[in-house]
């Protein structure tokens, strides 16, 4: 059982920077993968990033062009999402999620979600 929390989101002007950060509550956070996935307005849920239990992989969407990091702290139970050279377009509800059944990218695959934390980025 995985409870999950996340932090971080705000207003940011274009070209500036967010770190996110998702801590679990529960025990089993250290043997699990974990990813983020976005969500904007009239669109579908979408994959981030993913990190394995051991942080030795990490899988970005293409779409991101290098610009955010996917980390995380096994002794604190937390995953982080640093989120540099912000755009508009990076407006979203963002999700940590926890525990994927094989799909990192799809979020179908994906048993534990935080309730979100909204990110909006400024022109």
């Known amino acids: 059982q995985m409870q999950l929390a996340e932090s971080g989101g705000g207003l940011v002007q274009a070209g500036g920077s967010l770190r996110l950060s998702c801590a679990d509550s529960?025990?089993?956070?250290?043997?699990?993968?974990m990813g983020w996935f976005r969500q904007a307005p009239g669109k579908e849920r979408e994959f981030v990033a993913a990190?394995?239990?051991?942080?030795?992989?990490?899988f970005y969407a293409d779409s991101l062009e290098g610009r955010f990091t996917i980390s995380r702290d096994n002794a604190k139970n937390t995953v982080y999402l640093l989120m540099n050279s912000l755009k508009p377009e990076d407006t979203a509800v963002y999700y940590c999620?926890?525990?994927?059944?094989?799909?990192?990218?799809?979020?179908?695959?994906?048993?534990?979600w935080g309730q979100g934390t909204q990110v909006t980025v400024s022109s």
């Open positions: 529960g025990r089993t956070f250290s043997s699990t993968p």
């Open positions: 990190i394995n239990s051991g942080a030795t992989s990490r």
């Open positions: 999620a926890g525990d994927p059944d094989g799909n990192y990218r799809a979020s179908t695959d994906w048993n534990y």
